[in-house]
């Protein structure tokens, strides 16, 4: 990573705001709908728009631009500082209910590592393909302290086509709708997201970009720990 800020390798000092009662959260399916939309947020808006750096979800016009937009992105995590890809906190003016603002403030960054392990089986042999370079986490609360979200890049090993065809493939077969294809969180010990397993996973999001070799992805869940029998897609 660059020098503006400490190395992604070393996990961000933790926060830990107050759990909530597990009586004080809907326990209802429009409970599971707002952490699927918590997740589409930081998902899709955190790690895939801006916080990633404009270049990331970028359209160049040029080829020649594009070409160097695609070689930029495969190393992402060796040059770009851990704050430009995860800040520390993340605000949006009308993410809340009613259009209310809402803030979000990050919990720890995972040491960079491999892909093993960080999705569910049958995600993981749809990724297969495009390959694993490196993989980029981390894991975010909301102010209320009612829901934890892991968001991640996936760097892959892919040429532009094999990345178009991926993507292809995902949309033709929508298999970012599949609850068995689901990513896998990052909980941190002695933070909000202490009990943050696959069995809490309420929502998630993927995202494989056509023209770079990246895929965006993030998975919520409520903050007390209450397991989720049928999470939902962020797209619904």
């Known amino acids: 990573m660059g020098t503006e800020a400490e190395p992604l390798w070393r996990p961000a000092p933790p926060l830990t705001p107050a759990l909530p009662h597990p009586a004080s959260a809907p326990r209802n399916r429009a409970g599971r709908g707002a952490a699927a939309a918590v997740c589409a947020i930081l998902g899709a808006g955190l790690v895939g728009g801006a916080a990633a750096g404009g270049w990331l979800t970028a359209r160049p016009p040029e080829r020649t631009a594009a070409h160097a937009a695609y070689a930029r992105a495969a190393t992402v995590w060796e040059t770009e500082p851990v704050d430009r890809l995860f800040p520390p906190a993340v605000h949006d003016a009308t993410a809340g209910p009613g259009g209310a603002s809402r803030d979000w403030v990050r919990l720890g960054v995972a040491p960079d590592a491999g892909c093993a392990d960080a999705f569910d089986p049958a995600l993981a042999l749809a990724l297969r393909p495009a390959g694993c370079?490196?993989?980029?986490?981390?894991?975010?609360?909301?102010?209320?302290?009612?829901?934890?979200?892991?968001?991640?890049?996936?760097?892959?090993?892919?040429?532009?086509?094999?990345?178009?065809?991926?993507?292809?493939?995902?949309?033709?077969?929508?298999?970012?709708?599949?609850?068995?294809?689901?990513?896998?969180?990052?909980?941190?010990?002695?933070?909000?997201?202490?009990?943050?397993?696959?069995?809490?996973?309420?929502?998630?999001?993927?995202?494989?970009?056509?023209d770079l070799p990246v895929v965006v992805w993030s998975v919520t869940a409520f903050a007390d720990g209450r397991p989720t029998a049928h999470p939902q897609p962020a797209a619904r």
């Open 133 to 210: 370079a490196r993989l980029l986490r981390a894991t975010y609360a909301d102010a209320t302290s009612s829901n934890v979200t892991t968001v991640g890049l996936l760097v892959t090993e892919a040429d532009a086509d094999g990345m178009r065809a991926l993507r292809e493939r995902f949309t033709a077969e929508r298999l970012g709708e599949r609850p068995d294809m689901l990513p896998r969180p990052y909980a941190l010990p002695g933070t909000l997201a202490e009990r943050f397993g696959d069995a809490q996973r309420a929502g998630w999001h993927v995202d494989v970009l056509a």
